[in-house]
Every structure is written in structure tokens, then in C-alpha cells.
């Protein structure tokens, strides 16, 4: 018996979802960083020779580079299909873990997991979320979402433990070379289970609710290309919203197990885990919540939560003896907060421009999170070596994510005046419209 489309759809969510649990290894970056710390920390042959303050560079310049090749596997994605994309993400993450596993020179790191790594989630994230969406209808949209990148999320739930185990059995260079081999077995075979629907697919389903119309009140969004994206204003609101929100919690992210070290010693990596249940849950929830009340004030609501957060861990942080149990919950909300935007942005995404070149346009607005992460995570560790502590960080992270919740509410107030004048009007038109059809029977009547 022949599987249901919707059968199908759910299988390419648990594909996408599946590479997406392995390609989530970017999170776990804090539990790598610890150890390159050690190895600093305490020399002899063999040892890393970084300088401190750039022992941030690879995870930041993974981050820009993910943000940036995603416009480019958005594209391979939207015209050669995603099973092939994502071997191609696969095929260079592996390649940057193997690399590591031969090297412990800065310029090297940056290479393997800065840039070759880098580019293989670009390609690999970028193959998991589009296909799953077109064999859904639009009011589930936001919940799909929602679910394919939880898998990214969610990543260091496993890789954390399990990096620290590889690495006091033999090494972090050993660990390296595991996860490559493990990460290309894994992203080949679910990449096997990617698929578009047919051509004329319409998807079997409830149409969009009237709080989901509030995305796009108006009519149904047009199909855009990239070149038209990047002309509609909206998109540059959109990409420094992107901008803070991703900046301020990947901050936080690639910091975190160097955080909770003080208090929790070697089990320090369970804040990792923690806080990546917090991400993927916030993923999750907020696709699915903005399918009810609407993109932009779940948006806004999660940025501010996320600012009030940011204030709150200053003092956590500062503290001569900090409690694990508080930087745990704090790294987690903050997780749950930061997990929001890439659920999210892509929903908004196809809200807005469409299906049709939904990979490259969700490509171009990633950028912004590239971007963020790699400005805001450079600028932390610049601020903490000048500093001492985290404090300058997080009150920077707490005014930007303030001004960024503003300006969504004043883009949701200022659409809605809009969208208000521009029904009035199409009423208007109707009523006139209806008047006019209805007078030749009026005169007859007459």
C-alpha cells in the first residue's frame, strides 16, 4: 500500500530533523573551547598555542560563514533538490572534523571548523527546513518550523556528553576524527529521505487561521526572487532584528560551559545539554504559538523576555560563588528565548516572499545571523578579557534585544494601520462594486 502525502511530509520532517540533530555540533563549540582552554592553560608538546582572546575566532567565523554559504545552499537547494545539498553539507563538515583531528594550529581550526564546517551546515541547514514546509499547509507552518530545527538545537543533548566522553578516552584530536566519521554516516543517510513534493502539490489541510493571517493580512505572498527581497523594506528590519536576537544568544552559547566551569567543574556540560532542551523546546513552542497569535508578537514578546534575561544574569555571573543551580535555569531560558528566532524567521520567511525561492531568501536573511554571531560573540570575549567577567556583555546584549523588541512592535503597529486603511478601502470598492451590480435591477424595478 502506497503511503499518504502526509506520510511522506512527516517522513522528510524526521529526515530534516535528523540531519539537523547532527549538524547541531555548532552549539556544543563551549564543551571544544573548554578543552582548547586546558590545553593553553597548561602547555608541553603538542599543546595549543593560541592567544586567549581569540580562542572564540573558529566558532565565530563558523558562524558568519554558516550564515553566508546558507544563501548559496539555499540556492542549491531551491534548483537541484535537497537530498543533494545536504550530502554536500555532510560531505564538509566531515571533511573540517577531519581536518581538526590532524592539527591544533589556530589558522588551521579556523579552516576545518570556522570555514569547512561552517559551510557544511550552511548547506545542510538550508536543505532540512524548505522541503518539509511545502508538504504542509500554511497553518501549520510555523509548528513544521518548529520542529525540523529543534533537531539543530537540540544537538548538544547528545554531542555534549559525548564529545566530553572521546575526549578524556583519547583526546579532543580523537574526538575530531570520530564526530567526522559519524557525521558523514548520519547526514548521507537521512539526506536519502529528502524530498520535494510533486509539481501541482497542493497540501491536504485547514487554511491559515484568522491570527495567522495577521502575517500576511493582505493576500497570499508572492513568490519574490532575492533581488526583489532585498528592495521590500521589511527585509531590513527583519535582518537587524535577526541581527540582535541571534547575536545575544549565541554569545551565550558558545560561553556557556566556560561559565558554569567555577561551579560545576567537570559536569559543567550540562549546562550545555540543559540549556539546548531550553533552545529546541523554545523552537517548538514559539512555531507553534505564532501560528495562533501571530509572527511578530511572539517575536516581540520573546525578544523582550530575552532582554529582561540578559539584565538578570548580571549579577549570576559576577558573583564570587555562583550558584550552578541559577546559571542552569538563566542558560536555559535564554536558550529557549534565543531557539524562538529560528523558528521564526524561517515561518516569516515563507509568510511574506513565498515557496518558490524560499531556500536562497532564507539565505540572504540568515546573514544576519551570521552576522550577529560572529559581532557579538568577538565582541564578548574582547569585553570579558578587558573586563574580567561577562557583565559588559550581557548589558550590551540586554539594550540591543530592548531595541529590537521595539522595533517589531512599532513595525506591528505601523502594518496594522496599514493593513486597516488598506481593507477599509477594498470594502469600500466592494460595496461600491455590489451597488453598481445591483442598480439595473433597481431601475427596472422602478
Known amino acids: ?37 586546558e590545553s593553553i592553560k597548561h602547555g608541553g608538546e603538542g599543546a595549543f ?5 581569540s580562542i572564540n575566532d573558529p566558532y565565530a567565523v563558523c558562524c558568519l560563514v554558516f550564515a553566508f554559504s546558507m544563501t548559496l545552499g539555499g540556492k542549491c537547494q531551491d534548483r537541484l533538490g535537497p537530498k543533494f545539498t545536504a550530502m554536500i553539507g555532510g560531505f564538509l563538515v566531515a571533511a573540517g572534523f577531519l581536518l581538526l583531528s590532524l592539527t591544533t594550529s589556530y589558522w588551521m581550526w579556523v579552516l576545518g571548523f570556522g570555514v569547512l564546517v561552517g559551510m557544511g551546515l ?6 532540512a527546513t524548505p522541503p518539509a514546509l511545502k508538504w504542509f499547509p500554511p497553518a501549520k507552518t510555523g509548528l513544521i518550523a518548529g520542529i525540523v530545527v529543534s533537531g ?80 521590500t523594506g521589511a527585509f531590513y528590519v527583519l535582518w537587524v532584528v535577526f541581527f540582535i536576537g541571534s547575536g545575544a544568544g549565541l554569545m551565550v552559547i558558545g560561553s556557556i560551559a566556560g561559565m558554569a566551569k567555577q561551579s560545576m567543574g567537570e559536569l559543567a556540560f550540562l549546562a550545555v545539554v540543559i540549556m539546548a532542551v531550553g533552545n529546541a523546546g523554545g523552537r517548538i513552542v514559539a512555531g507553534s504559538l505564532s501560528d495562533r497569535i501571530g509572527r511578530t508578537l511572539t517575536l516581540s514578546l520573546m525578544l ?21 543551580a541559577l546559571i542552569v535555569i538563566i542558560a536555559t531560558l535564554i536558550g529557549f528565548n534565543y531557539g524562538t528566532n529560528l523558528a521564526l524567521f524561517p515561518a516569516i520567511t515563507k509568510d511574506y516572499w513565498g515557496l518558490k525561492n524560499f531556500g536562497i531568501n532564507y539565505g540572504l536573511l540568515m546573514t544576519a545571523w551570521g552576522m550577529g554571531g560572529f559581532v557579538l560573540g568577538r565582541a564578548s570575549e574582547m569585553m570579558k578579557a578587558a573586563t574580567g567577567d561577562f557583565a559588559l556583555s550581557f548589558g550590551v546584549a540586554g539594550i540591543l534585544l530592548s531595541v529590537g523588541a521595539v522595533i517589531m512592535m512599532l513595525r506591528d503597529l505601523f502594518q ?31
Not at 598555542?49 to 582572546?53: G, I, T, Y
Not at 550552511?122 to 536543505?127: D, E, M
Open 1 to 37: 500500500m502506497a503511503s499518504s502525502p502526509q506520510n511522506k511530509g512527516w517522513s522528510v520532517v524526521l529526515a530534516g530533523t535528523g540531519i539537523n540533530l547532527a549538524l547541531g555540533v555548532l552549539y556544543a563549540w563551549s564543551v571544544f573551547k573548554g578543552a582548547i582552554a
Open 49 to 53: 598555542q593560541w592567544d586567549l582572546a
Open 122 to 127: 550552511g548547506f545542510g541547514y538550508s536543505s
Open 152 to 231: 539543530f538545537g537540540l544537538a548538544p543533548v547528545y554531542i555534549a556528553p559525548l564529545a566530553t566522553y572521546l575526549m578524556k578516552s583519547g583526546g579532543l584530536q580523537w574526538t575530531m576524527l570520530c564526530l567526522s566519521v559519524m557525521f558523514a554516516l548520519v547526514v548521507g543517510l537521512f539526506s536519502l529521505l529528502l524530498r520535494n513534493p510533486p509539481a501541482g502539490y497542493q497540501p491536504v489541510g485547514a487554511p491559515a487561521t484568522a491570527q495567522t493571517a495577521k502575517v500576511v493580512p493582505i493576500a497570499k505572498p508572492k513568490d519574490l526572487g532575492p533581488s526583489q527581497v532585498a528592495r
Open 304 to 324: 523582550m523576555f530575552q532582554a529582561i534575561l540578559m539584565f538578570v544574569a548580571i549579577p549570576v555571573v559576577t558573583a564570587e560563588h555562583t550558584s550552578a
Open 416 to 446: 496594522g494601520m496599514v493593513t486597516a486603511k488598506v481593507n477599509e478601502e477594498l470594502a469600500r470598492r466592494d460595496a461600491e462594486a455590489a451597488q453598481a451590480a445591483l442598480q439595473p435591477a433597481l431601475e427596472q424595478a422602478a
